[in-house]
């Protein structure tokens, strides 16, 4: 018993010692803890800081490029329909109202429109608003005067808004400084968000506090107390949850925050960075942005109502969305004047008037990246060489592009109408081009124009038929001593050999033989036959060189094939080709881009016009004829009928085997278009040129209008009465006498009996017979 006794005692005074010794442990293992989470809270703050500063202090956002149209130039004289400036207005954004008082408002006024244009800094420098009435007639511009009367030479309207240039996130936004914001909107901003914000550190106890009062009350979250430099960390740095791991460093970064930046650096920073609305997948962020999206205004000329309907949206962009919930947007709204007036920012009577008026809001449109997707394709394809895609996507560059929303439309509308009862995997594309300039100012890569897939109008290389055929015919005509239009061609049984070495016997498309024809009507009606011989007998090489001349690569290796269409080339590359046709011999490189500028409107790079003489002109010309020729009487005649009056204009026709591939290429005066209809599998199509592409193309430019082709000959080329049956001179009153041009000096040497006797009385009238010939 004793012995039990004994260590029982020994087992109590071992733990009260232990238990002396624990306090001590403890004190001792405390002081590391404590120092140990104290050196991690201050790295932890520390790299906050860190954070705050590196974004704050860099680039804080990754701004889209802002791709524009062509601007809508005015002038007298300028060819231009009702419809084509609707249609101009509408991409704008340019709304029809009673009076144009405002920007970006146009009304009919008697037999012409008033509008009033925006300001606008363009490349070369800016362009100020001003109210202009404009006088149509027969298509054209007849007068332009100021609303006071002035006639005005040039009006150069603000170019529309045609697509960006998004990084991942698809966030655009249009950054604007703290005294570009008018002060209300500034002021209204701060009483609604954070009346506080120039006596706080960044956190507000009060508003806290107010919110948590009313939460209680109300049971649920009905009110937020964060600041707005609070609201600039979550959206700035943080993510959306709701947990409060990430309030506790939202509170830390907007204390930080405010210790490093002045107040009007950050409240700048949180007007261009708040979001504000959606436009399908683009996120409209900051006022200057939501400003035009909403209203297709300028910032600073915002009415109170519109500036209240941005500081409404703060709240919930989707809930208070003016489009789908417009009464919502208006309670909102007037609550926010309401709050203005009460705070002394604007007065009773001026929140009054402002709450009665209606939202006044843009209508939803498509955004513009879904809009135009073929030819933002090309722009990104011509910017490559000179910018990087991350700068496109994060430097906030203004890209001024040459396309022109009423021709793009024009020939949009043709396309759906000439496939509207066709089979569903027939596929277009169409090119639209600037006779001169070499400007795109259309570009349709599919059937579907809005579907941003496989480009054909860049990507579907074809074989083009007989589009290949008037640089054969040029190769000759550039040899006046040889050929003229007049000179008579073999059209006979013809046996060649092919890539393979096995012999070849081409056919005329109509399968008949014609013993011989003219140089002029062999192209006018596309005949294979007479097209190879003198394919070959100008020779493979000569014709490569002259298909290059015109701007378009070739094949290694040639073959008779060639000569009728069996090399393969885009849409855009047979328009490079018909360009420097269309403009006389001079070929200027297809470009869709004008200009870059920053986003202030500092110039970066101009592509201007550059022209290369690759032919000459009166070469050019004589082709020129023969392809008007052939819209008058060749394989284009259907579309006489289906263009305006007396429109005279210069076409080819191309078919390829079995029908897979139908071509039509064409040009007025001014205008170039090419349009393929095609199988993306490559199966027949059942279209010739004639009976697919051409009525596309004519439709189009039935609403484009171009102006005429001139038929003049100039001083290089003569008319010269031809025996159609021998290809001697002949003269006017002879059996078979055909007027034709010819370079001067270069006409037949050898007489029809009826030619000598009628020489010294012939007709050397130049354009009047040679039309009459042209058109009898």
Known sequence: ??????????????????????????????????????????????????????????????????????????????????????????ALGYREAGDTRRPGTWRRSGPGIELATRPFTFWDGPEPAQRVRLTLSGDRVSALRSVDGRDLAL??????????????????????????????LVAGMLV??????????????????????????????????????????KNFYLSSDRSYWRKFNEAIMAV????????????????????????????????????????????????????????ALVRGPSYYNPHRHPQRAI?????????????????TDQAQAA?????????????????YPAFMDLVQRHLQRDYRREDLQSEGLRIFTTLAPSIQRATEQAIHRGLRDRPVELEAAAVMVDVDSGEVTALVGGRNPRYAGFNRALDARRPVGSLIKPAVYLAALDQPSRWGLGTRLEDLPLTVTDERGRPWEPRNFDRQFRGEVLLVDALAHSYNIPTIRLGQELGLSTVGRVVERLGVPTPRTLYPSYLIGTGELSPLQVAQMYQTLASGGYRAPLRAVRAVTEQDGTPLNRYPLAVDRAFEPASVQLVNLALVEAMQRGTGRSAVGALPAGLVVAGKTGTTDETRDSWFAGFGADVLGVVWLGRDDNTPTGFTGSSGALPIWTQAMAEIRPRSYSAELGTELE???????????????????????????AAPEEWTACGERHATRQERTGLGNWIRGLFR
């Open 1 to 90: 018993m004793a012995k039990k006794s004994s260590r029982s005692g020994r087992r109590r005074k071992q733990s009260r010692a232990s238990a002396r010794k624990r306090p001590g442990l403890i004190r001792r293992l405390l002081l590391p803890v404590l120092l140990l989470l104290i050196l991690v809270g201050v790295g932890y703050a520390l790299w906050l800081d860190h954070t705050v500063r590196d974004q704050f202090e860099g680039k804080r956002w990754a701004v889209p490029a802002t791709v524009y149209a062509r601007p809508l130039e005015l002038h007298v004289g300028r060819s231009l329909t009702p419809d084509q400036l609707e249609t101009e207005l509408d």
């Open 155 to 184: 009006v150069r309207l603000d170019p529309a808004v045609i697509g960006h240039i998004y990084p991942g996130h698809r966030e655009d936004r249009l950054l604007v400084r703290l005294d570009q914001v008018p002060a209300t």
């Open 192 to 233: 609604v968000e954070d009346r506080e914000f120039f006596q706080h550190f960044g956190l507000s106890p009060s508003a806290i506090a107010r919110a948590a009062v009313a939460n209680l009350r109300a049971r649920r979250v009905v009110q937020g107390g964060s600041t707005v430099t609070q609201q600039l960390v």
């Open 256 to 311: 930080l925050l405010e210790l490093h930046y002045d107040k009007e650096d950050i409240l700048e920073t949180y007007l261009n960075e708040v979001y504000l609305a959606q436009d399908g997948e683009r996120a409209i962020h900051g006022v200057g942005l939501a400003a035009q999206h909403l209203f297709g205004q300028e910032l600073e000329r915002l009415s109170l109502d519109q500036q209240a309907l941005l500081i």
């Open 331 to 347: 309670a909102r709204r007037n609550l926010v004047l309401d709050i203005m007036a009460e705070q002394g920012v604007i007065s």
């Open 355 to 371: 709450a009665q008026r209606p939202l006044d809001v843009l209508p939803p449109r498509r955004g513009p990246r879904e809009t």
């Open 719 to 745: 008319l010269v009465w031809v025996d159609e049956g021998t290809g001697r001179r002949s003269a006017d009153g002879c059996a078979g006498a055909r007027a034709l041009p010819y370079k001067a000096g």
